[in-house]
């Protein structure tokens, strides 16, 4: 049985060929890039909601050249350090986006031997569409991170990737004892990247680690420094960053008048567990 549920009945969806159905004969399409559209016409806050064309490819062609792998790297080992490995597991990425974490997770823990299934759901038809082509045995859905299309109580493992964030139905749909892994940027993340573009750059401010219905149980950081040296993954670095979109053409220009970026990336993997 499929983790998530119909968005109309809530009933549970069951994958039959290329497409899934609830109880209810509700059904709904598997696209030919392997995902699923559970996200309803008015649930939407635009036409086409979530990240463009334009930033799922930058972030996608960014990524792929393994400028993040540290990141990676540390979410599949705290996942793995923190998971139950004797029974199954349902692990959902949230806000999945093109699906570069959520399928390097799933390659690692393949190579475990667990027992368990990897979904992921994201706002972005353009994100799932890359996700989807990734690895056509991960289930895919549109679906918005503020009406989780899951059953309650219904994951053992729930990462957010840098991703909008409801309290409610991430305690909904996490099982007890079952586990939340949020990643935000550390405080000194991309500072040289920011300094050559702004006159006055400031620091991620940390947040509040705690979460209603959970305790937290780790911090991991992941850091290290990348080198530039192509202008289109400068381009790329700052097209993934809310600064881009906030940012005057003047100060956009800067990074063309570089030759080298070398900037720290430095991130945080929070672990919490659900009481």
Known sequence: MSLFICPVC?????????????EKNHSFDISK?????????????????????????SRKEFLDKGYYSILSRSINETVYKHIDKENYNAILDTGCGEGYYTCALNQYLEGKNLNFNVFGIDISKFALSKAGRRNKDIEFAVASIFDIPAREESCNVVLNIFAPFKEEEYQRIIKKDGLLI??????????????????TP??????DYEING??????????????????N?????????PYYYKTSKTDQEKLNNLEKLETKIEFEILVYKKR
């Open 182 to 199: 949020l990643v935000i940027p550390g405080e000194n993340h991309l500072w040289e990247l920011k300094s050559a573009i702004y006159e």
């Open 214 to 231: 959970f305790s937290f149980i780790d911090k991991v950081i992941a850091q290290s420094n990348i080198t530039l040296t192509d202008h």
């Open 10 to 22: 809530k009933k549970n969806l069951k994958k039959q060929n290329n497409c899934y159905k609830c």
């Open 202 to 207: 400031y620091k991620n401010q940390h947040k």
């Open 233 to 241: 993954d400068m381009e790329n670095l700052f097209k993934m960053t």
């Open 33 to 57: 890039d392997g995902y699923v559209n559970l996200l309803l016409s008015n649930s939407k806050n635009s036409t086409l909601p979530g990240d463009n064309k334009l930033m799922v490819n």
